[in-house]
């Protein structure tokens, strides 16, 4: 796209206005849809001192005659990044509702919280669909993207709805409100600080130089630091009701992409140690679309899990000292793993535009748990075959399974194999424990 001359720009400075044509003109082409008002439309609020769009921060500064301007240069390159985001429209993440999310003040100048704002938004308007009517011609945006247009609403059992986006957007929100807490926590530190003398318009204007845009004094540079088992060997239970935990996680960087800003702590729910610290979206990858009793359905994720990303997450896995030292997975992973994995070679294809394609949706469900290995069977199905023709592809003792599973990690990843076995069991619990089934899909406690 060609740069063109923005009407009332000075020193590199333009109006809101002039900014929300600019960022809809230079987005326009965008793998993510982004909207026209994210200088001028809540939840941007300019007079707070900066603007989200999308992952970037942009300060706001006030020019000649009181109005409020942002820097030309700025807008360009949060538009530059966001076109650079390529998204899955079909690798969604579910962000609500959730049981227990509390209510927060959606004001101006109140912050992101973008799944909170979502999940009032839609509950206060009946719906994306009564949303979408009553707000026609008026953007709705959260850090400059229109997340309407790519919200997904499923419905289960006739009456729970849920809303999913694509995992893209997920990550580029978690970004954004990383970057505000950041943003916020910078600027709240140096107005404390007495050795501040300058006015804090004088602080946000930003210079270009060239076309080359300088960091601005109040921009954030406490860059994220990379997870190193900082916490390897510590009980959950215990981390978790320790003052500071949260904070200390949102200073490092996903464990497993290790580009998005971290926001929880994964730990394995069979032995109760911490993984690592992950960004939203990597902590709902690995789990499946649904999770019922003892039973659970195997998307089309697991490729990601158990072919493309391995080494990644198997060594993720194994950062609890409990699965390592065994040399297996939780239950519901180890099941999953046998579905995908273990029996894909009994799999039945059917005739498709360009050759076969797999028959239906797997899904694995077991009886007993890993406390009683010897009665602990897996059971792999296929559900909707299109000729009803399958059912019941095996059944599977949990030993077998997880000899089946030693053997392939061993071919599959010698490292992370490497690193385990039943000679690191010290200080271990001598009984794992019992695995407790969450029928509602909300906690997915499983995982």
């Known amino acids: 796209m060609s740069e063109r001359v923005m009407p009332g720009c000075t020193d590199g400075l ?15 082409d965008s793998a993510v849809p982004t909207a026209s008002g994210a200088f001028t439309r809540s939840p941007a609020h300019a007079r707070v001192g900066y603007v989200l769009l999308g992952a970037h921060v942009v300060a706001t500064v006030r020019a000649g005659g009181g109005r409020w301007s942002v820097a030309e240069a700025e807008v360009r390159r949060a538009a530059a990044e966001l076109n650079a985001v390529g998204m899955d429209r079909q690798d969604l993440v579910r962000v609500g509702p959730f049981r227990g999310a509390s209510r927060q003040e959606g004001g101006e100048g109140s912050p992101l919280r973008w799944r909170r704002r979502i999940a009032e938004q839609l509950q206060e308007s009946g719906g994306p669909e009564r949303a979408a009517r009553r707000d026609v011609g008026r953007p709705s945006h959260l850090a400059g993207i229109d997340w309407r247009r790519i919200l997904v609403e499923r419905t289960h059992a006739g009456t729970q709805r849920t809303w999913w986006l694509p995992r893209a957007v997920v990550r580029l929100l978690d970004a954004a409100e990383h970057a505000e ?85 994964d730990h394995c729910h069979e032995h109760g140690y911490v993984r690592a610290p992950l960004c939203q979206s990597c902590n709902t990858q690995e789990r499946p679309d649904h999770l019922y009793s003892n039973d659970i359905r195997v998307a089309n994720r697991y490729t990601r899990l158990f072919d493309t990303d391995t080494d990644a997450w198997l060594g993720h896995w194994h950062r609890c000292p409990g699965c390592r030292a065994r040399t297996t997975l939780p239950l519901p992973h180890l099941a999953a793993w046998t579905a995908h994995t273990a029996c894909r070679s009994l799999r039945p294809t059917h005739p498709a535009a360009r050759g076969r394609k797999p028959c239906g949706v797997l899904r694995v469900s077991w009886t007993g748990s890993q406390n009683t290995p010897r009665s602990c069977l897996l059971t792999v199905t296929v559900d909707f075959c299109p000729s009803g023709e399958h059912r019941v592809l095996a059944q599977v003792p949990y030993r077998e399974a997880v000899e089946r599973f030693r053997v392939w990690l061993a071919e599959t990843a010698p490292a992370v194999a490497a690193a385990a076995g039943p000679d690191r069991l010290d200080d271990l619990p001598a009984q794992p424990r019992p695995v407790v089934a969450d029928t509602d899909g909300e906690g997915l406690s499983l995982f």
């Not at 333009?14 to 326009?28: E, F, I, R, S, V």
């Not at 994220?224 to 490092?252: F, I, M």
């Open 181 to 265: 807490t950041q943003w916020v926590h910078a600027v709240g530190t140096r107005r404390a600080s007495p050795a501040t003398t300058e006015s804090a318009s004088r602080l946000r204007q930003p210079s270009a130089v060239d076309g080359r845009q300088k960091t601005s004094p109040e921009q954030p540079t406490t860059a994220l630091r990379p997870y190193d088992a900082e916490l390897e060997g510590r009980l959950y239970s215990v981390l978790s009701r320790q003052p500071g935990t949260s904070r200390q996680v949102a200073g490092w960087a996903c464990a497993v992409c290790r580009t998005a800003p971290a926001a929880v702590l």
């Open 14 to 28: 333009m109006p809101l206005g002039a900014a929300d044509a600019l960022w809809a003109d230079l987005t326009a």
